[in-house]
């Protein structure tokens, strides 16, 4: 008898994640790949590495729902799709049942989602049109730091002297720094800035509520920046356990307790 | 909620009638600037109208022009043009597109309407503050450039009740223009003339705003995609019994709609209000996206904007002065706010949204906190979208997209 499983498909405008889930919502195989161009190959690639850490295969699957950036141009098992938005919210809510404040640092975009105590939404907002805040902000300064994206975590915790930058905007900010490597500044010091700015930058995009919990790449892969914004907001911050998957998880959720006879069938049919 | 699914709003009998009046107004005022047969003056969309038209002004509303621009997708390549001789891209892109066209020689009349090579050349060029700065900036440019005169309304702003004080004022202003308005037109004021005027515009106006009440049904028979397009006449041809007319025959298409049960969008699930101006650029976008996701946004304070009860035929330059005062654009927040919800309450309305357009802040109520201060006070979630009238370089469609849906997932969610 096949097992009974749930897939969420992140597709993210940088990242795909893949969340494989039981009925009880247990996390039981996940991946994360560059999402590249080619989203439909990413996305298969994704989903067959978390099938065999979920030690499962296609026909295990009950049912599937995508999100993300690239949510509609994924058809692959999937008939639904939800917004991130709506999927960071199930996901956050499934691992912190209460009145929560999620704080999302993605690639591309940033969103702030304030949850009642029921885990209904009462409002969102996502950045604006630009990178300020954003995971393409680091990057950028990165490449301009000449320094690569994993280095950046332990670059900043030794930083001494951290740098302020005033602007918001990525081309202002690279200037800054530009001129502070002249002025000879440590560059442990101007990407401890940087984390600053990216903090600063989301958290004056809305209020926040007391328990706060942070998701998403940036966040996954610098736990310092996880620091900092605790230590601004004067209270320690809630991680999911996989920060990055949390909207994968999130749709996996919604599959789970989707209407979901249709799909089965369609989901079998596609593997 | 599946992206798949389409559900494209029904198209209205009455916007073939619609568009030949238009078509009509079009080559009017064609004629009247190369034949001369008439004396030609360009009006902001709540500028004196009336009074232009009871003087036997051909009239060429600016802002018109400027939304066609974005409607049609041209406006984002004309504002460069504008911004290369120091009209900036953070102001108004009605102004910018609507310059930038002129300098490069380009209108969409000349492909809606064959035969018609460009904008009328006015004879004079009347404007009215209430609304904004940049309209009399925008005037003041053609002023220079086609060396006519530039003559308007300075309006009081951000009034919270409209005083008899507020009302002398612009009304002394109005009349103020006759004389200049006379020496270019060559005739005398007609006072019955104008009074008829007035009371054109007043039964055009009561007629839109019955057209706009039929959404108060469920489901509403009309969006306000249609509106925005529907509102022309109002617009450009108010004052006149061609309008009246139209609205007439739409009202009756719409009272039909009711009748039958028939809503503009299949399977109204939901009722949504929008605050701000359209994306001229992306109606049909922003229209397949909602009514794919079943609701309709079926309200707007746009649209509404074009209703001006105070329209009085037997007090004619009182009346126009209070009508363009009483004007949601001229108000303070606090009475727009309680405008917006009585707005709410009125259609029922589920969600709002209001449009941040990144170069008319006028037009943009979301940046004083009233959609927290009425989301709070009322329960009703609101979202708030960027973008721009024009300027297609401050739209991002996928940002756009994925806000709505999570706002409609939301709304779903909590019903
Ligand atoms: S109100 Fe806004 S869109 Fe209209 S003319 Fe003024 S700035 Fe331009």
Redesign the interface.
Known sequence: MPKQLFVGLDMGASRTKVAVIDQDGQLIGHAVKKSGIDFSATAAACLDASLEMAGATRADIVNAVSTG?G??NVAFVT????????CLAKGCYHYFPEAITIIDIGGQ?NKIINLDSAG???????N??CAAGTGAFLEEMASRLDISLEEMNGLARQSEEMLKIGSYCTVFSATEVLESIRNGKKVTDIVKGLFYSVIKRVLEMDAITERVVMTGGVVAHNPYIVEMAGEMIGRPIMLPPLPQLTGAVGAALYARDGSWQQTVITAREKS | ????QKNIRKKLQATDQMNRIMTVYFYGLNEAATSGNKKVAWCTSVGPAELLRAMGFAVHFPENHAAMLGATRMSTDMIPAANAIGYSPDICSYLTADIGAYLKGITPLSKAYKGIESIPKPDVLVYNTNQCRDVQDWFAWYAREFSVPIIGITSPKNINEVSSAHIDDVTRQIEALVPTLELISGHKLDMDRLRETVSLSRQCTELWKEVLETATATPAPLTFFDGTIHMGPAVVLRGTPEAVEYYQVLLAELKQRIAEGVGAVEDESLRIYWDGMPVWGRLRQHSDLFAGLKANVLASTYCSSWIFQAFDAQDPFRSMAKAYLELFIVRSDAYKEKYIKEMLAKFRIDGIIYHDAKTCPCNSNNRYGMPQRL?AETGI??L?I?GDLNDLR?V?D??TK??V???I??LE??K
């Not at chain 2, 909620?1 to 798949?4: A, K, L, S």
């Open positions: 950036y949510r509609a008939e639904t799709s939800k917004t991130e938005i709506g975009d209904r939404r009462s409002n969102f907002k996502m604006r049109k | 909620m599946t992206t798949e989301e979630p609101a708030v960027s401050c991002s996928e940002q994925t806000n849906e999570a706002f997932e939301q969610e909590g």
